[in-house]
């Protein structure tokens, strides 16, 4: 593991103080952006009714508002390294309350999809992100505890919005429902106030660009001569074009071992991350409990849930734990497949609950875990960018988790295969990264110790350089035999220079 180096962010975190006026904030951002594609699902089988629809048709609803939300990542990443997360929260907070309020007019499943899916996805992308990015700039000794509270937000929002909505829906139906859910997704306007900005005193990223600009174009009218082909011109904007990119997107993780390990494992666990929980409550109204009852399952996971985030933020911070944190959240993934895999077995309520809580637990504890352990891979300075290169890989099986749960649903009439196979699914994609993790551990401490020795074997670096200096002073001797050729490197250096000597 590398250790969080102090220097990356230019400065030293407070790790308290307004950090846990953040950290609240953050808690309702992340708890909208995690929680409302869960708590919609109480609203499938009147939707289903309303539109004669399939569970594989509403099932895209939730479907392309968590890839909304997690594909808007990259742009997320951008915005907050362009102006900051207090901003771009607050706007998200208003796209949501927006797509609400317009899915309430809807008339077709379509519309339904851009309002719900598009719109109100895109504004939870813009508080997730932003969100957890500047608890990384508040906090760093505490900084799984922070991360595990934040998370803790999701099922507070889900213990609460859940029995919410089933009320909101007899009393007002799904019409009105939508309307008043608008509006309370505009407090995220008001989590978003909280996130005062922190760092180093910069310029603005608009300022420092215009100002590069500039030195960089007195530099080619200075330095480069009027007849410079159009080809060399070319290359250099497009250059200058990836390098603008690669500002405020930083690809070079693709070359991070640690990243790639993260990135694939996460990848594959998303395809069968979410779909448990969407399908939770029609899956008790399908055994044939009370619509209240099937709620509440919701309810009894989020409780769990809120307990085993912070929790789980607590043992990730102690010292046995945090230098070996990818390895607790490798089993973390692979406890949540058993409990989806041991799902059938639950035939009654009774049966449910016990499900439904360690469901929560397992689920607390991966997602206390899912941003601090890509945070200790990369670092904080590198994390933003980190953060919304991951988000658009994971939104394809995002995706099409729970499409391909309702087609199961469909096919077999019977949810059992839906929960087999995101069981199995999770439990190869903790055991892919548990074997990844050790050995990427394996190679870092390798490669540890081959710098270790060469800082205290001072003689083999002072012979190399040695040599070097010894090949350099014989290359540039002068001798009647090297004079010609002499002559004529600094002919072609000149020539290439543009100049012309006479």
């Keep these: 593991m590398s250790p969080p180096v102090l220097s990356d962010l230019g400065y030293v975190p407070p790790d308290g103080g307004w950090g846990w006026a953040v950290v609240f904030g953050a808690s309702i951002s992340i708890g909208f952006a995690f929680t409302f594609p869960k708590a ?8 289903q009714a309303a539109f004669s629809i399939s569970y594989s048709q509403i099932a895209w609803t939730t479907s392309i508002m968590c890839a909304t939300t997690y594909g808007g990542g990259p742009i997320s990443s951008i915005l907050v390294n362009r102006y900051g997360s207090r901003p771009v929260v607050m706007f998200g907070g208003l796209l949501c309350g ?16 851009i309002c719900v899916g598009f719109i109100t996805g895109f504004g939870l992308a813009l508080n997730l992100q932003p ?17 595990g509270l934040a998370m803790a937000g999701s099922p507070v929002m889900l213990c609460t919005l859940a029995p919410l909505n089933q009320f909101l829906f007899e009393n007002f139906g799904w019409r009105g429902s939508f309307l008043i859910l608008g509006a309370i997704l505009l ?25 590069t600009g500039k030195i960089t174009e007195d530099a080619m009218e200075m330095g480069s001569p009027k007849n410079v082909p159009m080809e060399n011109k070319t290359e250099e904007g ?7 990119i690669n500002q405020y997107l930083d690809f070079s993780l693709f070359k991070h071992r640690g990243f790639l390990i993260y990135l694939i494992g996460n990848v594959l666990m998303f395809l069968g991350f979410f779909a448990p929980i969407v399908f939770l409550a029609p899956y008790a109204k399908h055994t044939g409990i009370d619509e209240y009852s099937a709620a509440f399952l919701l309810s009894i996971l989020a409780i769990v849930d809120m307990v085993a985030r912070p929790t789980t933020g607590i043992i990730a911070n102690s010292k046995w734990v945090r230098p070996r944190i990818q390895y607790f959240f490798s089993f973390a993934i692979a406890f949540n497949g058993a409990c989806h895999l041991l799902c059938p077995l639950a035939s009654s309520y009774t049966g449910l609950v016990v499900y439904s809580s360690f469901f929560g637990l397992a ?3 991966v997602c206390a875990m899912l941003f601090e352990t890509l945070m200790d891979l990369v670092g904080a300075a590198r994390f933003t960018s980190a953060v919304g290169l991951v988000t658009i890989a994971e939104c394809c099986t995002i995706l099409l988790g729970p499409p391909i749960g309702g087609t199961l649903i ?11 196979k995101c069981g199995a699914v999770m439990v190869l994609a903790g055991t892919f990264l548990f074997i990844m993790n050790y050995y990427n551990y394996c190679m870092l401490a390798k490669e540890e110790k081959v710098k270790k020795t060469k800082e205290e074997d001072p003689k083999s670096v002072r012979t190399e350089n040695e040599g070097r200096n010894n090949w350099n002073k014989d290359t540039t001797q002068v001798g009647p035999e090297l004079e010609p050729l002499r002559e004529e490197q600094e002919g072609v250096k000149k020539e290439m220079n543009g100049t012309n000597e006479v």
């Design 363 to 365: 689920f607390g504890m």
């Design 98 to 113: 927006v797509g609400m309020i317009s899915a309430a007019f809807c008339t077709s499943i379509l519309q339904l999809y």
């Design 187 to 211: 407090n995220c306007c008001v989590a978003g106030a909280l996130f005062r900005p922190i760092g180093a005193a910069t310029a603005s990223a608009k300022t420092q660009d215009a100002l």
């Design 131 to 147: 969100s957890v990015i500047i608890i990384g700039k508040y906090f760093l000794k505490r900084r799984p505890i922070a991360n």
């Design 40 to 47: 919609f699902t109480i609203y499938f089988r009147e939707l």
């Design 410 to 420: 469909d096919t077999f009439g019977d949810y059992k295969y839906m929960f087999i």
């Design 238 to 244: 497009g250059k200058g074009c990836c390098e603008k």
